[in-house]
């Protein structure tokens, strides 16, 4: 527990209307007490980090000034929201965010009044403000809307595209700009490099406001006032630092935007010593080895260098290398335009930030059978942040489109495989990878691929076939080794090996697909459409994702949660196969 009696300016805080009653030289002794409490909290359970701290002043601000929740106070870019969530009666319990049963990771309708709209992905805080004003003008109901876009959100089109009609419909609306320069990596692109930013927005129909300092108590209270209560389109523009008032976090400001728990003295203790590598790890080494031997390989990334694990190539080979900032859908179709004229792309994206960019992937990809790559990492358990960035949902939504390849690894050395397969596949290719490490196998050297749409047959066994996708074949094997079952390494999603179900099928009682994405139209989905078409019955049992967004909470206990742990898998076969149980324990 954190001790509150080091925090009496704080301490008193159990809404944001007992800021509303002190003076502006308390306010900004709250900010103090703020700034260190929340360096306290991260340290001792860790989550994001230094967009938050950029924020301090500007949030102890806004709520001394507007009457939230009565006015609706938008946040963008949901990891800046934990002194929002400090000042808003969830003090106690901000030590718990990211873990199971605690508090949400981003703003989240559901658990405070305060959190008007629920984020996770960026840039959609304008056009939510927007429609809230819209509503409200409707009904004559003059609350106030702010909306506070920050942390590389401003680099999205949506952003502009709410900017645009919010001008032409006149509303009344604030649009804080928290410009500091940094998204997770360096902000990319010529908005960053404008030096007429006021200039700009005033010809889209907004009136400019500062620029302000973020980190002065007394500028903003007076800025806001100032703006309050201005008719039409506004935008107030402030200058922040990311990690401001942590020294670490301010010179590290990549390393700090989101942490584990640490020591508040000494800072992030990097991990001494050889660690196996991650996903993100081995598609960065197979991108450098790759681009070194086809030097028609370009990479893109919608501002994820770092999660994406692309790094050593953005510093090997910085010609070849794209940040296109916030925008996924540019960053497909920028794909597309390569592959138009010879280049052979690879867009390194997260699954559920593809989703932001379907239509492009379908329509100026897909159809045109381009030859991209998309490396979607995170698919599958995301664990800590929750439903926002879950992957549940790309085996889906990808499988049912013409003309693309979708794969997904059971380990390491499989997923570079993969990788070089998709690559060297004349057309759209996907290869989709859950978070962190993998099961710990070798990694060849090598570019070898794997030939289209051949499963790979684990273990012969009797009455029941196991038809394990991905990250899912660890637990897959166990399993099959207790039941006597067969056991196949699908790999391909899209082709599936016809061949090898079709033969299973005359030789089994029964299947158990399993992936670790939604049940729904997922890979299992594709096994029962393709026995279907070759008029087999045969009794089917699909695990893998629930029809429900799952919360947050470790990898492994959302796992357990959606039953795809050991006990759970168990569990669910052997209730739908209860012969096979008896069976065991006869031979036993």
Not at 51 to 77: I, N, Q
């Amino acid at each position: 527990m954190i001790d509150l009696s080091r925090y009496p300016q704080l301490s008193a805080i159990q809404a944001p209307a007992d800021l509303r009653r002190l003076s502006d030289e308390q306010l900004a002794a709250v900010a103090g007490e703020l700034r260190s409490y929340l360096i306290e909290a991260v340290a001792s359970s860790g989550g994001h980090f230094g967009a938050g701290l950029g924020v301090v002043e500007l949030t102890v601000a806004l709520h001394a000034v507007f009457d939230t929740p009565h006015d609706r106070l938008v946040w963008d870019v949901g990891h800046q929201c934990y002194p929002h969530k400090i000042l808003t009666g969830r003090r106690d319990l901000i030590t718990t965010i990211k873990r199971k049963g605690g508090l949400a990771p981003f703003p989240r309708r559901a658990e405070s009044d305060y959190d008007t709209f629920g984020v996770g992905h960026s840039s959609t805080s304008i056009s939510a403000a927007l429609g809230m004003a819209i509503a409200l003008r409707r009904k004559g109901d003059p609350r106030k809307l702010v909306t506070v876009v920050g942390d590389g959100a401003m680099t999205a089109g949506m952003a502009f595209e709410a900017l645009n009609h919010a001008a032409d419909v006149n509303a009344d609306m604030l649009v804080v700009f928290n410009d500091n320069g940094m998204s997770i990596s360096e902000n990319v692109g010529g908005l960053t490099k404008s030096h007429l930013p006021g200039t700009l927005f005033e010809e889209m129909g907004f009136h400019y406001n500062g620029p302000v300092d973020g980190h002065d108590v007394a500028q903003l209270l007076h800025a806001l006032r100032a703006v309050k209560h201005l008719p039409g389109p506004q935008l107030l523009h402030v200058i922040t630092t990311k990690g401001k008032g942590y020294a670490p976090a301010e010179q590290a400001q990549i390393e700090y935007h989101a942490v584990g728990p640490f020591d508040p003295l000494a800072g992030v203790v990097k991990k001494s010593g050889p660690s196996r590598p991650t996903y993100s790890d081995v598609f960065g080494d197979w991108l450098c080895d790759m681009a070194a031997a086809d030097d028609r390989l370009l990479a893109i990334t919608p501002a994820m260098r770092e999660g994406s694990g692309l790094v050593r190539f953005s510093r090997e080979y910085p010609q070849r290398y794209f940040d296109v900032a916030i925008a996924e859908q540019h960053a497909v179709t920028l794909a597309a335009g390569m592959a138009c004229e010879g280049a052979k792309p690879v867009v390194a994206i997260y699954s559920s930030f593809l989703q932001r960019a379907y239509d492009q992937t379908i329509h100026d990809v897909a159809l045109q059978n381009l030859d991209v790559t998309f490396a979607i990492d995170r698919a599958g358990v995301v664990g800590p942040d929750g439903a926002t960035h879950a992957g549940s949902f790309d085996l889906s939504f990808l499988r049912c489109v013409p003309n693309l390849l979708v794969m997904a690894p059971a380990d390491e050395n499989e997923c570079r495989a993969m990788l070089s397969t998709g690559f060297g596949y004349p057309g759209p290719a996907a290869i989709r990878y859950p978070r962190g490490n993998g099961p710990g196998v070798a990694i060849s050297s090598s570019l070898d691929t794997l030939p289209i749409g051949k499963a790979e047959l684990r273990r012969r066994g009797h009455g029941l076939a196991i038809l394990s996708f991905g990250a899912m074949l660890a637990p897959a094997t166990e399993i099959a080794d207790e039941l006597g079952a067969t056991l196949v390494n699908m790999r391909f999603v899209k082709p599936l090996d016809e061949t090898l179900l079709l033969e299973l099928a005359k030789e089994h009682g029964g299947f158990v697909t399993l992936e670790d994405n939604a049940v729904a139209g997922g890979a299992g989905s594709g096994v029962a459409e393709c026995l279907a078409a070759h008029g087999v019955t045969l009794p089917i049992l699909h695990l893998g994702l629930p029809d429900t967004y799952l919360e947050h909470g470790t990898r492994e206990e959302v796992l357990s949660e959606a039953g795809l742990d050991l006990p759970g898998i168990r569990k669910a076969i052997l209730a739908r196969f209860p012969k096979l149980g008896s069976c065991n324990q006869a031979s036993a």
